[in-house]
T-cell receptor
Framework: GQNIDQPTEMTATEGAIVQINCTYQ??????LFWYQQHAGEAPTFLSY??LDGLEEKGRFSSFLSRSKGYSYLLLKELQMKDSSSYLC??????????WGAGTKLIIKP | GAVVSQHPSWVICKSGTSVKIECRSL??????MFWYRQFPKQSLMLMAT?????????EQGVEKDKFLINHASLTLSTLTVTSAHPEDSSFYIC?????????????FGPGTRLTVL
């Protein structure tokens, strides 16, 4: 079956770095997406990886290892506004997104 | 980035009534639109996928006669929850994509919070 695993909740300190991991199993693979979702709001797109390696975009970076079925989202210089849920989603061979349950990130001063 | 609107943002209705939710892509043509449902602290659950001009494809366990989807144009899709019941109370989110390839990112509407009394 298809499955996405990510931690339920993580806590980090303002100014620090945090890495949110995601493992996936899908029927075929067409890329890995990360979305941010604030409480009560719809997800917003953060990153897309289809090739192995690290993609950097400002304070946020995303990494993919296709052979390991593994990705992570790296957030640097954490700000209080980064407190949110982060959703990992893998696109299968039918171009459908398979969603993880999300990781709630709590930032403390 | 691309903008997707959703209307209404929230709705409260009595059990047994029908509720229509609109999803519009404002600055691009959406060949494919998706309808999701999300319960508190849970993942997005895909309900159905609709392509413009054709019938929606429903996920297993989603009643097509209860959740009517119409994708009449390249910028508009509607979800009608018929004979709503309290268990239908949820956060409904649409998303739109201009193509079928991964580079065509899904853009999400702001969501509609439905409460059925």
């Amino acid at each position: 079956g298809q499955n996405i695993d990510q931690p339920t909740e993580m806590t980090a300190t303002e100014g620090a770095i945090v890495q949110i991991n995601c493992t996936y199993q899908t029927s075929g693979f067409n890329g890995l997406f990360w979305y941010q979702q604030h409480a009560g709001e719809a997800p917003t797109f953060l990153s897309y990886n289809v090739l192995d390696g690290l993609e950097e975009k400002g304070r946020f970076s995303s990494f993919l290892s296709r052979s390991k079925g593994y990705s992570y989202l790296l957030l640097k210089e954490l700000q209080m506004k980064d407190s949110s849920s982060y959703l990992c989603a893998a696109m299968d061979s039918n171009y459908q997104l398979i969603w993880g349950a999300g990781t709630k990130l709590i930032i403390k001063p | 980035g691309a903008v997707v609107s959703q209307h209404p943002s929230w709705v409260i209705c009595k059990s047994g009534t029908s509720v229509k939710i609109e999803c519009r892509s404002l600055d691009f043509q959406a060949t494919t639109m998706f309808w999701y449902r999300q319960f508190p602290k849970q993942s997005l659950m895909l309900m159905a996928t609709s392509n413009e001009g054709s019938k929606a494809t429903y996920e297993q366990g989603v009643e097509k006669d209860k959740f009517l989807i119409n994708h009449a144009s390249l910028t508009l899709s509607t979800l009608t929850v018929t004979s709503a019941h309290p268990e239908d109370s949820s956060f409904y989110i649409c998303s739109a994509r201009s193509g079928r390839t991964p580079k065509d990112t899904q853009y999400f509407g702001p969501g509609t919070r439905l409460t059925v009394l």
